[in-house]
């Protein structure tokens, strides 16, 4: 047991020399030692603000991109509604425009029909009209005196007319 109790002059060397070590350390390492702890502790609590700030920041950054999100998905939807707008007003304005050219188109074909009806019936007019100076005149030249007679003679003559220009225009067809 002898080995577990130092005597009282080791005891005082041990002490005067764990001072002196002690005031050494004190006035040389423990500033520096503490120095640097206060520095690494600095260290670490600028990192932890630099992290708290790097995590804010990004928080903003990812309210920004989803608020530009935001607005870009309505900016398209207003686009796409703007542009269905105008596509359904030029396709409006196409039908409104082929209607009316239709109906221009219409119009006249509609006077060249009646310009052309109005030929016929003047050219008809005219062919009746030769039919009949043809038919007094040879009715005149005959003088038949029998009313008999003259319808006989004017239906035979209106037979060989009707032949006669009927087989004029199917030569020419």
Same mark, same amino acid.
């Given at each position: 047991?002898?080995?577990?109790?130092?005597?009282?002059?080791?005891?005082?060397?041990?002490?005067?020399?764990?001072?002196?070590?002690?005031?050494?350390?004190?006035?040389?390492?423990?500033?520096?030692?503490?120095?640097?702890?206060?520095?690494?502790?600095?260290?670490?609590?600028?990192?932890?603000?630099?992290?708290?700030?790097?995590?804010?920041?990004?928080?903003?950054?990812?309210?920004?991109?989803?608020?530009?999100?935001? !607005?870009?998905?309505?900016?398209?939807?207003?686009?796409?509604?703007?542009?269905?707008?105008?596509?359904?007003?030029?396709?409006? !304005?196409?039908?409104? !425009?082929?209607?009316?050219?239709?109906?221009?188109?219409?119009?006249?074909?509609?006077?060249?029909?009646?310009?052309?009806?109005?030929?016929?019936?003047?050219?008809?007019?005219?062919?009746?009209?030769?039919?009949?100076?043809?038919?007094?005149?040879?009715?005149?030249?005959?003088?038949?005196?029998?009313?008999?007679?003259?319808?006989?003679?004017?239906?035979?003559?209106?037979?060989?007319?009707?032949?006669?220009?009927? !087989?004029?225009?199917?030569?020419?067809?």
């Amino acid at each position: 047991m002898q080995l577990l109790l130092p005597e009282a002059g080791l005891l005082f060397w041990m002490l005067l020399s764990f001072s002196i070590v002690f005031l050494i350390l004190k006035k040389y390492a423990f500033p520096f030692i503490l120095k640097k702890e206060e520095d690494r502790r600095e260290f670490i609590e600028q990192s932890l603000r630099n992290a708290q700030e790097a995590n804010e920041k990004l928080e903003n950054i990812r309210k920004q991109a989803s608020e530009i999100l935001h !607005n870009a998905q309505t900016q398209r939807k207003e686009l796409l509604s703007k542009t269905q707008k105008e596509c359904e007003e030029i396709l409006l !304005n196409a039908k409104e !425009n082929a209607e009316r050219a239709s109906a221009e188109y219409m119009q006249e074909v509609k006077a060249l029909f009646s310009e052309e009806r109005k030929k016929v019936i003047q050219e008809l007019q005219g062919e009746i009209t030769s039919y009949v100076v043809v038919l007094t005149e040879q009715l005149l030249k005959k003088q038949l005196s029998n009313q008999e007679e003259q319808r006989n003679l004017i239906g035979k003559m209106i037979r060989e007319q009707s032949f006669e220009k009927f !087989n004029s225009r199917s030569n020419f067809n």
